[in-house]
């Protein structure tokens, strides 16, 4: 075993003054923040700085093959650089310094103390680690080989969930060409289609809740679903599962919806869409829609898939991003004969079939990798 301080030099980043704006305009330099973080390596930045905002700043540039590694807010996430780059201040750089640690070893170790990591980050006010905390992490040293072998398994379970992955992708892509090839460009109109407001197309109404569940306990841990607007923003086109229950108290200042309805969020996730796949409640921070004879649920989820970033950037900031009501129905909704949207709609339960087959086995692969890393890592 040996201190992460003792065998790696570690040091974090630095945001230039965005007031001086000789810092940022015309850039040239990477500067990494956790949302660059997308995968195992990080090979490009969104913002750059200048040669000034780097003299002027607590920047530093890391050397491409440094290990990143978040220490405030977003704790315990990792990347490799691909790249020279500086980094923000919510951002360690962690480079070797002796022959006996593998750098790939060494990035598998820290994604396996994620959780953690975070308890640790959670005792303070602002979810953070300092630099003492990260140079006292103790990391096993089993022979420069073995770390290798490790490092090269746990690098083919990831490519094949990375696969995963981009295979679900595609799907989702293969949708929304069908969409436009089919109804053409939503948000233009370019096919000419008719158009009805959301209100013509379906019955819908707000959700209700008369009280916030967490200022009430007692209203929770019934045997009645209550879906919130993080898990319908995440759920793709179906909700197939829930974390919270109402109890009979709960119900009873509240509502059921039936399964079938197409969930519309109007605050904080904007215009995020998913169909019920049981009865459920949510608070009024959720619409929800049932299509009539003119329209299907699932071709209004995909439509507003084209239009959620149009609404969320339009939408009216106060305490949180919220859209009312009136907004939302009267949207005018590009309107196709039914049969052509019941085409669509089939094409799509046959993908989401595929899908299903594909989440099962990046499941399974996810499972193996975090067996695997609690096998090497303990």
């Known amino acids: 075993m040996a201190k992460l301080g003792e065998i790696c030099e570690i040091q974090s980043g630095g945001t230039p003054a965005r007031s001086n704006k000789s810092y940022w305009e015309k850039g040239t330099i990477p500067w990494a923040k956790i949302s660059d973080f997308k995968g195992k390596y990080l090979t490009l930045t969104e913002e750059y700085i200048s040669e000034a905002g780097l003299k002027n700043s607590s920047a530093k540039i890391?050397?491409?093959?440094?290990?990143?590694?978040?220490?405030?807010?977003?704790?315990?996430?990792?990347?490799?650089?691909?790249?020279?780059?500086?980094?923000?201040?919510?951002?360690a750089g962690i480079k070797i310094k002796t022959n006996k640690l593998e750098k790939n070893?060494?990035?598998?170790?820290?994604?396996?103390?994620?959780?953690?990591?975070?308890?640790?980050?959670?005792g303070v006010a602002q979810n953070n680690i300092n630099m003492t905390i990260l140079k006292n992490i103790e990391i096993p040293l089993p022979p420069l080989e073995e770390q290798e072998k490790i490092a090269m398994v746990l690098d083919k379970v990831s490519e094949l969930i990375e696969k995963r992955e981009q295979q679900l992708a595609k799907l989702d892509e293969l949708i929304k060409s069908r969409f436009v090839e089919m109804f053409g460009d939503p948000v233009t109109n370019s096919l000419n289609m008719p158009l009805l407001s959301l209100q013509e197309l379906g019955k819908f109404g707000r959700g209700v809740s008369k009280h916030r569940p967490r200022n009430a306990p007692e209203l929770l841990g019934g045997k009645y679903p209550l879906i919130q607007t993080g898990e319908i923003a995440n759920a793709g086109l179906y909700i197939n599962s829930f974390?919270?229950?109402?109890?009979?108290?709960?119900?009873?200042?509240?509502?059921?919806?039936?399964?079938?309805?197409?969930?519309?969020?109007?605050?904080?996730?904007?215009?995020?869409?998913a169909i019920l796949t049981f009865d459920a409640c949510f608070p009024d921070s959720v619409v929800g829609f049932t299509a009539n004879k003119k329209s299907n649920n699932i071709f209004i989820h995909y439509w507003f898939?084209?239009?959620?970033?149009?609404?969320?950037?339009?939408?009216?900031?106060?305490?949180?991003?919220?859209?009312?009501?009136?907004?939302?129905?009267?949207l005018k909704v590009i309107t196709p004969p039914i049969e052509f949207q019941n085409q669509f709609a089939e094409f799509v339960e046959q993908t989401e079939k595929i899908k299903v087959a594909i989440n099962f086995s990046f499941d399974k692969l996810e499972t193996l990798k975090k067996a695997l890393m609690q096998r090497f890592f303990g």
């Open 105 to 122: 070893y060494l990035y598998y170790f820290l994604l396996s103390i994620k959780s953690n990591i975070n308890e640790i980050g959670r």
């Open 62 to 91: 890391f050397p491409s093959g440094t290990i990143l590694y978040t220490i405030f807010a977003t704790l315990g996430e990792v990347c490799i650089l691909n790249i020279d780059a500086t980094t923000n201040q919510a951002i």
């Open 305 to 330: 898939s084209f239009f959620q970033q149009i609404l969320e950037a339009q939408a009216p900031e106060s305490a949180q991003k919220n859209i009312n009501l009136k907004i939302l129905s009267e």
């Open 243 to 273: 974390e919270n229950t109402y109890s009979e108290l709960g119900l009873k200042q509240s509502k059921i919806w039936q399964a079938g309805t197409l969930c519309i969020t109007i605050a904080a996730n904007i215009a995020k869409t």
